[in-house]
């Protein structure tokens, strides 16, 4: 589909899908693979290119790799699960409320992948758990190149924790100097900024437990507040 407009509309696609810029608004989008042989690589079957989602949650699932490029979700959770998300170009996440976790993106048994040269925002995002981004301990955020890649957390809320990011239980990973930065023994590329984002309980930027060691990031004004 190439300048398409859907509104109060169900987006349901099961094998493969292209999108450039078009429009879903008020819609529930679902991306669905049945077939384990289909989805048990990271083959791109979905792709979206200068798209705007308003009010409209994203379910990923068993979809191999959905791929979203100079993309604007305003009020649009995504849900990932047993799935791969490209992200590239300038790409947003605002203003997205959730009563689940993970205000902008929850992932489950998935992968993030931020893509060369990306700018990746998340702003005013609001959870229980993970105001903008939630990850079980099967999943991963990876990042194509750390040298080009920007990514901001802006003023994202946890109503409990993880302000920004809530990872749930991550396992002891020795070979991983840091979170946002992989083996790195010399200077460290600053790929994440932190601004303003607020926990009620714990973890106003990040929540992970005792053994995710965590560099190459700026923090501002983030805030844990009893409640």
């Not at 040298?147 to 994202?156: A, E, I, K, W």
């Amino acid at each position: 589909c190439s300048s398409c407009k859907f509104t109060d509309s169900y987006f349901g696609v099961a094998q493969h899908a292209m999108c450039e810029q078009c429009w879903f608004v008020n819609s529930t989008i679902e991306l669905v693979v049945e077939s384990f042989e289909l989805h048990k690589t990271d083959l791109v079957y979905y792709k979206f290119a200068d798209c705007v989602f308003l009010n409209s949650p994203t379910l990923l699932y068993n979809t191999g790799a959905a791929r979203y490029v100079d993309c604007i979700f305003d009020n649009s959770s995504v849900t990932v699960a047993s799935s791969f998300m490209y992200l590239g170009g300038n790409t947003s996440f605002f203003n997205s409320s959730t009563q689940t976790n993970g205000g902008a993106i929850s992932l489950r048994w998935s992968t993030i992948v931020i893509e060369e040269g990306a700018k990746v925002t998340f702003k005013n995002n609001t959870a229980p758990y993970g105001g903008a981004l939630y990850m079980d301990s099967a999943s991963s955020l990876n990042f194509v190149s750390i040298q080009t890649t920007n990514v901001s957390f802006l003023y994202n809320t946890a109503l409990i924790s993880g302000g920004a990011i809530f990872i749930e239980d991550p396992p002891v990973r020795p070979t991983v100097q840091c979170f946002f930065i992989a083996n790195i023994s010399a200077d460290y590329y600053i790929i994440a900024n932190f601004v303003r984002n607020t926990a009620n309980e714990a973890g106003s930027v990040l929540y992970g437990g005792n053994t995710l060691p965590v560099c190459g990031y700026n923090i501002s004004e983030s805030l844990e507040r009893p409640i």
